[in-house]
């Protein structure tokens, strides 16, 4: 694979291929040898299957192509215990060839997700303007030489800017759990990989996140940007994960033994 700006690449492909990706640096972070394990340890067909309620809102909201052959829902008003339910499970499951099911519930759900991601005035033209929804950007990483990717939610070339689409459990609490989930290492690195290849640095990375969780009858939408400051810690974070990864590959060594240390409440208790 070249450093270049890849828009049909399939998620198949780009996950199978070569580079680190974020969420490959952020297991170096925790221990190198768990960037082996995860090419390695086998994944549960059965769980693999299972409804990711958040994959099922970014595809209805950044690819409707991809919603609509790999996700279909059941019908209403049909229980299983009965036999006009059965008959009419028996009838939609004859249409299937493959793709999750939804229960009518969920399916419901997720449309008023949508709805209320529409209703954002800023997120609806972040979502309808043009763009590339996964698109993939491969890079050399200047430091170490190392190769790269990103896959950003979506790229807006002619403004510059980057979309992420996040979903949460709890609005209330996005604001402290993004730190947790390296989002301030996800802005750096995908915005240096787009720079690598544009020549210059987005203008704004944008967390578009969506609640799955009610608020007074509504699910929440917002819109998030980095600060310098987040910007900057992510950036060493990665620059680190980075020259972590690179050795690992100069030497072919791994290391899996983490460190445990006590929370911050109990070394108050000491």
């Known amino acids: 694979m070249q450093p270049g700006y890849y828009r049909d690449l399939s998620n198949e492909a780009y996950h199978g291929g070569e580079g680190v990706s974020k969420s490959q640096l952020d297991l170096i ?53 009965t036999k006009a339910g059965k008959e009419k499970w028996e009838e939609f499951e004859s249409t299937l060839s493959g793709q999750t099911v939804l229960s009518a519930e969920d399916g419901r759900k997720i449309g008023l997700i949508r709805e209320s991601v529409m209703a954002h005035p800023h997120a609806r033209f972040l979502l309808e303007t043009q763009g590339d929804a996964e698109a993939s950007i491969y890079w050399n990483d200047d430091r170490e030489g190392v190769l790269c990717r990103c896959r950003p939610d979506k790229t807006i070339e002619r403004l510059g800017w980057i979309l992420d689409l996040k979903t949460t459990a709890d609005m209330s609490k996005f604001a402290r759990s993004f730190y947790d989930y390296r989002y301030h290492v996800q802005d750096s690195y995908y915005s240096d990989g787009y720079a690598a290849h544009f020549g210059e640095a987005p203008a704004a990375f944008v967390f578009l996140v969506v609640s799955t969780s009610i608020e007074c009858g509504k699910y929440p939408v917002r819109l998030f940007t980095m600060d310098f400051e987040a910007k900057a810690a992510g950036r060493t974070e990665y620059h680190r994960n980075i020259e972590v990864y690179a050795d690992c590959l100069r030497h072919n060594e791994w290391p899996a033994i983490e460190t445990l240390t006590l929370p911050y409440w109990a070394k108050d208790k000491l």
């Open 29 to 81: 972070a925790k221990a190198p040898a768990l960037f082996q394990w995860s090419k390695a340890a086998p994944e549960d067909p059965e769980k693999k299957k299972a409804l990711d309620l958040g994959d099922a809102v970014h595809a209805l909201l950044l690819e409707p192509e991809r919603y609509a052959a790999e996700y279909a829902v059941g019908p209403a008003d049909a229980p299983r215990n």
